[in-house]
């Protein structure tokens, strides 16, 4: 690697390894970052991105090497050591505690008290309501965490990670889960936090992000460095090469020319509760449908009405012809219906459970009725699982939770889809999820709708959208405020119509 062009970088990390067990996950790894300096890192999925940032912010102790903070020798044993030196840093996975408020969130563990040690209520939600306002974020300091949409989960985390001014500030992934103009604002965030001369690593799969904001890039390949590199010295494609060791070319499946012949697999006609207005949507066999929408238009509500979490109260909902009713999870599982949902960690998985059983949950249920389930199918199907969709892990008995963010999600996907659906809902299918992984997801949806499954796109990644769907509606406050054919598919025909509806009475139309 060639040598910095900083004369005296904030931030040198010289030769740094990390191992469990006998599993090496990072290799002799070597960067530095300069005050006022946004850097890019990325690479797949378990390439070693988190290990990384959780040996600088104190979560981890490195093996082998060295770090240097500010010229000083430099290996916390704690986080609140690493806070102390000036690191903050927010999780790739949220840490927002649900029954406290904003407030409370930011100022967690370090809440101004009186002489009688009771917390500074007041004091407490006036800092937090300045802090806000300067950072531009408009979230009431007295909601609770539970309320809070992605990205005002994420804003939160921000705020809290902000509110001492550190020096370096660590963002794993802040922009995974949110829209378009959500993640527009964070990394408006990022520019204006770095003009303060805070330095700032930025960890993301979108890569039209890192090529915007980045003043310097590292790529991590298996735990090893495969790029270093200034703006303007590199592409997109370098990035690509250096993530995957190739480049990648059909990223998106081929979507057939017209379905308008296919029949009507799923239709919602009216449907709605007491968060969701009535909504009617018509997704013929072997259809994408993807919904659009800005943070918090109904998607959730959507979501979780097709998958029996939050039914509806109105209207009629067929599956082929047939009255649907989706009462509960269990209800919609027998239909047919299989729902990826966007919160892996609260709706997906069993984190501390084995891989091997988070993966053959729903098969097992199937399978122990017909009295065919041997250990030796759930371990066939659980390493057949590992393959296809190249879930990294040591061992299938390593809990879930050990494994780095996108591999959990692959985990969900392989769950779900061990039984061939009639409809999929997938509420942010490739959060989180590297390129060359979302492709091969890409891929299956595609293989899936060719045998007539019916797909329901819920994604706030513009790029997924066009890719992937036959036809987009945007949700704008629960309703439908448009609808796009392919041919008219565009990034700035999307953002028109999610921002509100175009004409009085725009309604869905179907197909
Ligand atoms: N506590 C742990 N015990 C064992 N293995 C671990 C532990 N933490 C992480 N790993 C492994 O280290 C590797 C790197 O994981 P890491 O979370 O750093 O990846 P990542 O680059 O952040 O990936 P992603 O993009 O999916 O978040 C993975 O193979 C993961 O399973
Ligand atoms: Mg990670």
Known sequence: MTAPPDAFPLLVVDGVSKAFGRNCVLKDVSFSLSSGEVLALVGENGA????????????????????????????????????GAGIAIVH????????????????????????FGLIRQGEMHAHAASLLSTLGFSIAPHRLGRDLSAAERQMVEIAGAVRRSPRLLILDEPTASLSAAAAQSVLELMARLKATGMAIVFISHRLGEVLDSADRVVVL?????????????????????????????????ERPADLGSAPIRFALEDCGNTTLPPISIAVRRGEVLG?????????????????????????????????????????????????????????????????????SLFSLRRSA???????????????????RYAIKAFSLDQPVGQLSGGNQQKVVFARWLANEPRLLVLHEPTKG??????????????????????????????????GLSDRIVTLYEGRISGEIARSDFSEEAIMHLASGPVAQGAEAVDA
């Not at 996975?93 to 809440?111: C, H, Q, R």
């Not at 979490?309 to 919609?332: C, I, K, N, W």
């Open 48 to 83: 070693g991105k988190s290990t990384l940032m959780n040996i600088l912010s104190g979560g981890l102790v490195h093996d082998g090497g060295s770090i240097r903070l500010a010229g000083k020798a430099f290996s916390p044993a704690t986080p609140t050591e690493a806070n």
């Open 92 to 115: 790739q996975e949220t840490t927002i505690l649900p029954d406290l408020t904003v407030a409370e969130n930011i100022f967690f563990g370090d809440e101004p008290r009186n002489a």
């Open 221 to 253: 390949k298996d735990g090893q460095m495969t790029l270093e590199a200034l703006r303007g010295a590199f592409d997109r494609n370098d990035l690509i090469q250096a993530m995957v060791g190739r480049t990648l070319d059909n990223v998106f499946p």
């Open 291 to 359: 919904v659009a929408g800005l943070e918090g238009q109904g998607q959730k509500p959507l979501a979780d009405a097709l998958c029996g979490l939050q039914p509806f109260t109105a209207g009629h909902m067929e599956l082929d012809g047939a009255r649907l009713r989706v009462p509960s999870p269990a209800a919609a599982i027998a239909a047919g219906i299989a729902s990826i949902p966007d919160d892996r960690r609260r709706d997906g998985l069993a984190l501390t459970l084995p891989i091997r059983h988070n993966l």
């Open 369 to 387: 009725g017909t009295g065919l389930l041997s250990i030796a199918s759930e371990e066939a199907f659980a390493e057949a699982s590992r393959q």
């Open 433 to 466: 999820v590297d390129v060359q992984t979302k492709s091969e997801i890409y891929h299956l949806i595609g293989k899936l709708t060719e045998r007539g499954v019916a797909v329901l796109l819920i994604s706030s990644d513009l790029i997924e959208l066009i």
